[in-house]
């Protein structure tokens, strides 16, 4: 084996991968060159460390909840995709077809009904930047608060607020709602309707998926007001929003 | 791949039988949330990439090749997916402020949550500044225990490719776990 061939099994190999050939002319190599061995020896350090790494899975909490959205997501946006032209004639045959899904009247004009309302949120964007450490701490009060994607701060003009309740903080976010801590772009009584909707199906909300067209989002239209609110919060210790 | 596909799962569900597609999302979205966390590192944008993943195999069950395995393809979708989170976590990165303080202040205490933290804290810190591709294929083939060839059909790639970008990924985060370790070695221009 040459360095290259030899280098090329340490790079790209981990212990246990390699052929029996390979090992043997590996060794053999290694006995015969120190700069090879000194890099099989990181390689395993370094593939030690990875699969310590490897070896923490990330936990999915409630998977049940995850399975639930996906399968509400599917029964309202894509009934039509199913069943493929086989299925069909197969359930016609069969005559009827209980695990078949059924098209989901109204979905078109409630996604219509969610453009339209984002594009009023468009036209209400707060004109003011919300304090990143206010907004972190509402985070600890209401659950996650996401603007855009994953990193949310300072809310700048030209930026929507998106809440995405979920659990308790869909509860806390209703409460909120009620006690008109909160106020949104959106209608109130429509905001609420959607919320109570929520709250009234065990579970998961009707949508989590961002490209769903049925996240709801909602801007906070007074700034004195929610930050009132934070400031209520913080000094309440954290337990004024359950009272 | 770790999910075995029951061997009528997909025909029935391409029948639109909603009972074997819950069958299927149940016995695979764990493997599709390990990939996606450890591509993004944000437990709920791993959740919304899985819940989008299912639902475009729903969407495009019927066009799916059956030469292709199923978790290949799932694969596929969820790098995708995650690719494209990134993407847009890259253009709002410049107006925006990680709320990694915020995160840590967090207290709900939940045990999986602080897993999921660290977890993300510990694959980021070594991958972050990976280029795409080879952070993509760390991924695959050191954490989610791909082999190079199931790595390459995930990626569309050649097992060549697929080995070069490895290289260098797994030279990059050696250097960054000896920066960690030593931190006297940094190098610092004058």
Redesign the interface.
């Known amino acids: 084996m040459t360095c290259d061939q030899a280098r090329?099994v340490i790079?790209?190999t981990r212990p246990g991968e390699t052929s029996e050939t390979e090992t043997r002319a590996l060794t053999e190599h290694l006995g015969s060159c120190a700069l090879c061995t000194r890099l099989y020896r990181?390689a395993l350090s370094?593939n030690e460390?990875?699969a310590a790494?490897?070896a923490?899975?990330?936990?999915?909490?409630d998977?049940e909840g995850?399975?639930r959205?996906?399968?509400q997501?599917?029964?309202e946006?894509?009934p039509a995709?199913?069943?493929?032209s086989?299925?069909?004639r197969?359930?016609r045959l069969r005559g009827r077809?209980h695990?078949?899904?059924a098209p989901a009247a109204g979905f078109r004009t409630s996604r219509i009904a969610f453009a339209v309302a984002a594009a009023i949120i468009a036209v209400f964007l707060m004109q003011t930047t919300m304090d990143?450490?206010k907004?972190?701490?509402l985070?600890?009060r209401l659950g996650?608060i996401?603007?855009?994607?994953?990193?949310?701060?300072?809310v700048?003009p030209g930026?929507v607020l998106e809440l995405?309740p979920r659990g308790e903080a869909r509860d806390r976010l209703l409460a909120m709602l009620r006690s008109g801590a909160l106020r949104t772009s959106l209608n109130d009584q429509g905001v609420r309707a959607y919320l109570e909707s929520m709250s009234n199906a065990a579970g998961v909300p009707p949508a989590?998926?961002?490209?769903?067209g049925l996240r709801l989002t909602v801007q906070v239209q007074d700034q004195a007001e929610i930050m009132k609110t934070i400031d209520s919060l913080l000094t309440k210790g954290g337990n004024a929003h359950e009272q | 791949m770790p999910f075995e596909l029951q061997p009528d799962l997909l025909d029935r569900c391409l029948r639109g039988e909603r009972q074997a597609f819950r069958q299927l999302v149940e016995g695979s979205q764990r493997y599709a949330f390990r990939l996606a966390f450890r591509m993004v590192w944000d437990e709920d944008e791993a959740k919304e990439i899985v819940q989008e993943a299912f639902i475009r195999v729903w969407k495009h069950l019927p066009a799916f090749d059956r030469t292709t395995r199923f978790t290949t393809w799932l694969y596929r979708i969820v790098v995708n997916l995650s690719h494209d989170t990134l993407r847009r976590r890259a253009r709002s990165r410049d107006r925006m402020v990680p709320l990694d303080d915020a995160r840590t202040m967090v207290a709900d205490g939940e045990e999986s949550t602080l897993i999921n933290r660290d977890l993300a804290a510990r694959v980021r810190a070594l991958a972050e500044d990976l280029p795409p591709a080879q952070r993509t294929v760390f991924v695959l083939r050191d954490l989610q225990d791909l082999s190079i060839e199931e790595t390459a059909e995930v990626l569309s790639m050649s097992p060549g490719a697929v080995k070069a970008n490895l290289c260098y990924a797994r030279r990059r985060i050696r250097e960054r776990m000896e920066l960690t370790e030593h931190p006297e070695n940094e190098h610092h221009d004058v």
């Open positions: 090329e790079a790209l990181d370094l460390k990875i790494l490897r923490v899975e990330p936990v999915l909490e998977p995850l399975v959205s996906v399968m997501i599917v029964d946006t894509h995709q199913r069943p493929t086989r299925g069909r197969a359930s077809d695990d078949a899904v990143a450490r907004l972190a701490a985070e600890l996650r996401t603007v855009g994607t994953a990193v949310a701060g300072i700048e930026q995405i989590l998926s961002s490209r769903s």
